[in-house]
C-alpha cells in the first residue's frame, strides 16, 4: 500500500525556480531510497535525482547543479528544489521508490515558458 504524492509543479519563465515535494506513505522511509524522474510529451522518461536513506545525492547530467534533491525524515517527504529552469525541463515530474516492488506517483506537471 505504497502511496507517492507529487506536488509544487506549476509554470515558470525561463530561469526561475520550483520546489517539488512528494509524500511519501506505506514504505520504510528511512531506509528507502528516493528517486525523482520526468518525462516529456513524446520523449522517453528519465531519470533526474536519487537520495539514498543516508542523505546522499546523486544527479543527471542534465540537472546537476541546478537541481537540488533532498528529504525530511520525520515528514517522510522528499523534494525536488529547481534552479534556472530551462524550457527544456518541461515534463512530468514523478516520484519514485522501491519498496517490495517499484512504485510510483501520479506526477506532477513542470511547464517552463521560454
Known amino acids: 500500500q505504497v502511496q507517492l504524492v507529487e506536488s509544487g509543479g506549476g509554470v515558470v519563465q525561463a530561469g526561475g525556480s520550483l520546489r517539488l515535494s512528494c509524500a511519501a506513505s506505506g514504505l520504510n522511509f528511512k531506509i528507502t531510497p528516493m528517486k525523482w524522474y520526468r518525462q516529456a510529451p513524446q520523449k522517453e522518461r528519465e531519470w533526474v535525482a536519487t537520495i539514498d536513506a543516508s542523505g546522499r545525492s546523486d544527479y543527471a547530467e542534465r540537472v546537476k547543479g541546478r537541481f537540488t534533491i533532498s528529504r525530511n525524515w520525520p515528514r517522510s517527504t522528499m523534494y525536488l528544489q529547481m534552479n534556472s529552469l530551462e524550457p527544456e525541463d518541461t515534463a512530468i515530474y514523478y516520484c519514485?521508490?522501491?519498496?517490495?516492488?517499484?512504485?510510483w506517483g501520479r506526477g506532477t506537471q513542470v511547464t517552463v515558458s521560454s
Open positions: 519514485n521508490a522501491y519498496y517490495r516492488g517499484e512504485n
